[in-house]
């Protein structure tokens, strides 16, 4: 390069000047956006992916958890398809989500429609309604013993108090899996009602306005105007919902243990129990294996779902 | 635009500073969490890995427990210039940590487990074979059920530290008001007819039973007493295969189903349900078969209520037959204080140590010495005098069946299976069919 060219060079006016700033802010910020992510990344990486992948890597051996263990390569997974007690642990787990999550949906709903209006002591009923969400899921399942306990029990103390006969929760499967969802939906309708709370604050006035000046009353208001508007927020409650039935624990293990029979075991307990009581842990990963891939392709379908429903919208 | 100068000056000063700070502090976060990371499989507490100068003793424990342990290994350590320091853990999560533990090569030096759990350590290779390492003689001075249960082919694994073992307690009120004497003697124990008899002259009602079996979870295995009480077995002699369908076993499931059939025992007490000693003191049962670790619970909640309780032997048939509960204290093959570990376990099951372990935790001894001599126990002496009998019944071939490597497993099916007959009225033949089956793909 001539010196002539190096001064043209230098001299020229630089209108890159300010798309190199632009470059140089973006790489600050990249380098910002990494530097924020990457400390989340390493988390998940580590204490979700590696995990995940070592699940299944345990999957596939007959271990007790430690000492040698033997490579079976599906044969876990062939013993599954066999397994009553899976499959039985597969359907009540279904069945469990397919009750708590549209009812704990529902009252969610009125309750935060209700929560949404003035009230006197609002904030007090918000934070009764919320509170059962946030404490822990072994204490809900004790005080469930109480309320629920077949012999002892404050419900059939007083149904017997009042002449009638008591209910099998402990020993019969369809009041033991009643007693589970009661709690569950207890459990679970404060959180819908928080989530609901905050997206009916999105949902414009107007249109209600518009709607009732128009003669709709208040039910046809919230039929064709405030749940369409939902629509996202229940959409996540949904996924949320399945993705928490599918892994509850807790609740079972404490108030049920999975009985009587196998019929309130569920997908989670059925793993505990075999990884943890039977020590079977490469049988116990291919359960959770199977559970991760189940809510996986249910979470996938429905979003899909409602993606599409919202483009046909 | 001066608004929007001043917010994006604030917004670029704030952020590069928050974001300094939030990295920083992210930063910080993660190498907490990476320390963490080491310490997650251990507990908290003043006991950590096998490290050199000391002893390190994994265990869950009462305070009466705790106590007598603290002071036993102070004794100890007084004489071996060794000291002891204990991570105390919950029982449920015990087994759990060693596991992590073990695979991470931070076991400790000792640890406390069950007879049941004992076989599945030895097999892995994670337990110090002690067998050279105890003074010569010193295992014939436990009973041969006990010297079975922590041994594993051939070798001794630990030592029988304690037992514990069932009994059936009753409310003396309702015994009387019914008419109802028990045996006061082992040789008088009840038959199984004289036991369901006595159980038919209780009251019952809707929230009323005679008497509650503790069989539940973990406690399933306790089934197998009844079997044994008529001749029978579960595993077979070899131990790798089952003995089940057999006469014994077919008799014994079926009286024990006729329980709930009957209406004498709560519905709530199979082997998934709810543990029994909950019921006595709430007066919803007459009678409890309750071991003998749960005195100290269930006497200051009785004694509250001024109710007096008494106890019997559990019932026999062909012969008598016990649980085996309690528990050894092993040494992990990977102690870097083999030496240490091993006198230490000497000391702690010795005749002197173990007498005043078992009278301060109210427990039963294993070795032979004790149990010919009586202990002093500061609480319901005249009840433990029938434990320490019923010990006696624990019986070498229920031991070497509950201590299969395996146990875990074979006692989960037994959870499953019993219940099918228990609450779902199952036919007793095609039950044990199916825990054979289960049994057999479990031992292989």
Known sequence: ?313 | MPRSHGVNTWTSATGRFGRRAFLAASAAGVAALSGCGTGFALRSGDGSGSAEGRLSFTLWAGEAELTAFRALADEWSAGSGVPVVFNVVPFGELLTGIDANLASDRAPDLFRVTYQDIGLYADGGALLDLTDRLPAGYADGFTEAFRRAVTHQGRLYGVPHHTDTSLVLFDTEAVRAAGITPPTTLDTAWSWDEFTDAARRLPTRADQFAFGVNWQQAGAYRWLNWVAQRGGRLLDDGLTGPAVPNRAARDALALTQSFFDEGLVPPTTSTKGSYVDELFTTQTIGMVFAGDFLLPTLDPALTAQGRDYGATFLPRDETAAADLGGNAVVATATSVNAEAAADFLAFLAGDDAQARFCQEAVVLPTRTALVERGLDYPLRPDLMELFVQQATTITPELVEQVTVPQFNAVNTALVDRLEQAFLGGDDPAEVLDGLADDVEGRLS
């Open chain 1, 1 to 313: 390069m001539t010196a002539a060219a190096q001064t043209a060079v230098t001299t020229l006016p630089t209108p890159s000047t300010p798309a190199r700033r632009r470059r140089r802010g973006a790489g600050r910020d990249a380098l910002a956006a990494w530097g924020l992510l990457t400390p989340n990344l390493l988390l998940f990486g580590v204490f979700l992916l590696l995990p995940l992948a070592a699940t299944f890597w345990l999957s596939l051996y007959r271990s007790s958890g430690f000492g040698p263990r033997e490579f079976v390569g599906t044969g876990n997974y062939r013993e599954l398809a066999g397994d009553g007690t899976f499959w039985r642990s597969a359907l009540n787990t279904a069945v469990y989500a397919g009750i708590t999550v549209p009812v704990s949906l529902v009252l969610g709903l009125g309750v935060a429609l209700a929560m949404n209006r003035p009230l006197r002591g609002r904030g007090f009923l918000r934070a009764v309604y919320y509170l059962p969400y946030v404490i822990s899921g072994v204490v809900v399942a004790v005080a469930g013993r109480y309320v629920f306990n077949e012999n002892v029990g404050i419900v059939n103390r007083l149904l017997r108090a009042v002449g009638l006969p008591g209910v099998a929760w402990q020993s019969e499967a369809v009041p033991a899996m009643t007693a589970l969802v009661l709690i569950s939906v207890w459990t679970k309708v404060g959180f819908a009602m928080v989530v609901y709370l905050a997206a009916l604050q999105n949902v414009p006035k107007e249109y209600l306005e518009a709607a009732s000046t128009d003669g709709a009353n208040r039910w046809q208001q919230l039929r064709h105007i405030v749940v369409p508007l939902l629509r996202p927020t229940t959409v996540f409650l949904v996924v949320l919902g399945v993705i928490e039935s599918f892994q509850v624990f807790d609740v079972v293990y404490v108030l049920t243990g999975g009985g009587p029979g196998n019929a309130t075991e569920m997908l989670v307990t059925y793993a505990y129990a075999e990884g943890f009581d039977a020590r079977r842990q490469g049988y116990a990963a291919a359960i959770g294996v199977l559970t991760y891939l189940v809510v996986l392709v249910l979470t996938a379908l429905w979003w899909r779902r409602q993606k599409a429903q919202e483009a046909a919208q």
